[in-house]
Nanobody, 126 residues
Framework: QVQLVESGGGSVQAGGSLRLSCAAS????????MGWFRQAPGKEREGVAT???????SYRSSVKGRFTISQDNAKNTLYLQMNSLKPEDTAMYYC????????????????????WGQGTQVTVSS
């Protein structure tokens, strides 16, 4: 139904910035919520930021003020602007979506996201 492809990852120095993109294709009209999640080696996947179709957003506390999630519905693209990056932000970043079947659009609602991209690596060095 929906396919997601992330891009924009890379290696940056601490304090640097990256902008991740997630291109959605397929039945994009069915998307209710989109989010960014990340997973560092040996750690569980965690929510980073979400945006609902009505524009409401959520962020995990550790990225508030540094990361901004946005979406361009016309382009079917989700973005994550990451500023003031820290080594602790190093992880594989995944784009995910909830369709109109429902779910809670919140960073803690990982299990409510059923469509996932393949991930893009973000590495922040000190």
């Amino acid at each position: 139904q929906v396919q997601l492809v992330e891009s924009g990852g890379g290696s940056v120095q601490a304090g640097g910035s990256l902008r991740l993109s997630c291109a959605a294709s397929g039945y994009t009209y069915s998307i209710y919520c989109m989010g960014w999640f990340r997973q560092a080696p040996g750690k569980e996947r965690e929510g980073v930021a979400t945006v609902r179709s009505d524009g409401s957003t959520s962020y995990r506390s550790s990225v508030k003020g540094r990361f901004t999630i946005s979406q361009d519905n016309a382009k079917n693209t989700l973005y994550l602007q990451m500023n003031s990056l820290k080594p602790e932000d190093t992880a594989m970043y995944y784009c995910a979506a909830q369709l109109e079947s429902g779910g809670y659009c919140y960073v803690a609602a990982l299990s409510d996201f059923h469509v996932w991209g393949q991930g893009t690596q973000v590495t922040v060095s000190s």
